[in-house]
């Protein structure tokens, strides 16, 4: 991100008492003084204020802070006033150039991220921001780690240590950066102030950020710099936190611990300005589970139903967090069919619903055998023919009709008077014959030639219930 500044003549905008204009009085310091115009100066910068009179508003404040951050032209000024500048604007020759200007275009050490750090309060080994009184705090970087658990886990909560190397307060210096009994002082390149006036041609002056000391005024002397932390006022160190981790905490969410990251690099340290520690960010992984799934708040489950319990009905073993439950199935089940358990699933973290549970959504998948035994088959070719499903194929060569019994000595009409009863009574009996003359059939077969006189007699009675004779 850069701002676009846009440079305009001294000329243009008359001359103000430049106390006023930054609102602070004659026994201001440098400090207060540079404190007042970047607060004023983010305030009325053109690119941020859309405001009409900002654009002259940033230029009178520009122009009192390059007069009173030269201890040159703020001595002329407080001696002669507003007589010290020439009405055609631009300062009076007597004061010269400054120190470190230049007589036209930018200087040789002169930064745009400099000079967007004098507006965006940047520093290097940290970010600032301020407290609720206003106060401005130096804090370190976050610390980013990812960590994983088991599904159960994640529904039941749980808690882990977590082990970090984050930058620490040197032991020596206490943070400060400098060996015990020595002093930082002021910068002299920018006399303290922290930043530094460049001259280009036509009479425009732009502010920037000291590379020197990097907008703090102040420098530690060669020498000065804590030797185990190098001046940085921090060094690495190893940190065990035990993290709780919630019911219901969902894949790729993240856990704060505040005040757990880095401590803030104090090299570039503003003068007297407190510093706090990053915090810690821990990215949750959920390892997934063999039978379970999850759709936010829901956990979803695949129930395996034989064909038998999904045609007739009847209950089905399902697993849940809790333990295991039976659950109704009503005859007819098809797969894809879905029944839910309320109150089953995960505690909800977030949207209106915080922390109420979701559902146990279970969804049935009919389980069809591939392979059958000569009475299953048999069974099912019979429970065809009574469905009259002409479709299915039969190999079991039972047909429709009792063939297990000759016709009985009654007349051609008295098969009129049968009853629904004596109906399923010859079903039943059809399949018992049918089942029980299969296995007849297979031991006879299986035997070495010889049969008895009652196995003779089968033949004749397969024979005759065949309709033939």
Request: net charge positive; charged share 25%; hydrophobic share 30%.
């Amino acid at each position: 991100m850069s701002f676009p500044f846009h440079s305009s003549s001294a000329a243009q905008a008359s001359v103000k008492n430049p106390y006023s204009v930054l609102g602070v009085n004659k026994g201001a310091s440098t400090g207060e003084i540079k404190k007042a115009y970047y607060g004023l100066a983010k305030k009325w910068h053109p690119d941020q204020n859309k405001d009409a009179a900002a654009r002259e508003k940033f230029q009178e404040v520009r122009s009192a802070y390059e007069i009173l951050s030269d201890p040159q032209k703020k001595e002329q000024f407080d001696q002669y006033g507003e007589s010290t500048f020439d009405p055609n604007g631009g300062f009076h020759h007597s004061a010269g150039a400054g120190a470190g200007g230049f007589g036209g275009g930018f200087g040789a050490d002169f930064s745009f991220e400099d000079l967007f750090n004098a507006f965006s309060g940047g520093s290097a080994g940290g970010r600032r921001k301020r407290s609720p009184f206003s106060e401005e705090i130096l804090v370190g970087d976050n610390i980013e780690i990812q960590s994983t658990i088991s599904f159960m886990e994640a529904a039941k909560g749980t808690s882990q240590e977590i082990k970090t190397q984050p930058l620490i307060n040197c032991h020596i210096c206490n943070g400060s950066g400098i060996k015990p009994g020595a002093q930082r002082k002021d910068c002299g390149r920018c006399e303290g102030t922290g930043s530094r006036i460049h001259f280009m041609q036509g009479g425009f002056q732009m502010a920037a950020t000291c590379d020197t000391c990097g907008g703090s005024g102040i420098v530690t002397p060669k020498g000065s710099e804590c030797a185990p932390c190098n001046g940085n006022g921090v060094v690495k160190g190893t940190n065990t936190v035990r993290v709780d981790i919630p019911a219901g905490i969902d894949d790729g969410m993240r856990i704060k611990v505040t005040g757990q990251g880095d401590a803030p690099l104090v090299r570039n340290d503003l003068r007297g300005m407190k510093t706090q520690r990053g915090d810690l960010y821990v990215h949750i992984r959920v390892a997934p589970h063999t039978s379970f799934s999850r759709s936010g708040a829901d956990i979803l489950y695949t129930a395996t139903v034989p064909f038998t319990t999904a045609l007739l009905g009847g209950r089905v073993t399902i697993p849940t967090l809790d333990g295991e439950v039976d659950l109704a199935v009503n005859s007819g089940t098809n797969t894809g069919d879905k029944a839910t358990i309320s109150g089953a699933g995960m505690r909800r973290l977030e949207g209106r619903r915080k922390n109420a549970t979701g559902d146990l959504r279970v969804e049935y998948k009919i389980q069809m055998p591939k392979v059958f035994t000569d009475n299953q088959r048999a069974l099912l070719e019979m429970l065809a023919d009574e469905f009259k499903d002409a479709n299915a194929r039969r190999i079991m060569g039972l047909g429709t009709s009792d063939r297990t019994h000759p016709p009985t000595d009654s007349t051609p009409n008295s098969g009129n008077s049968s009853s629904a009863a004596d109906k399923n009574k010859s079903f039943l009996k059809r399949v018992w014959d049918n089942l029980t003359i299969h296995d007849d059939t297979t031991s006879s077969g299986s035997g070495n030639g010889g049969s008895s006189s009652g196995e003779k007699e089968t033949g004749p009675k397969r024979a005759s219930g065949s309709g033939s004779g």
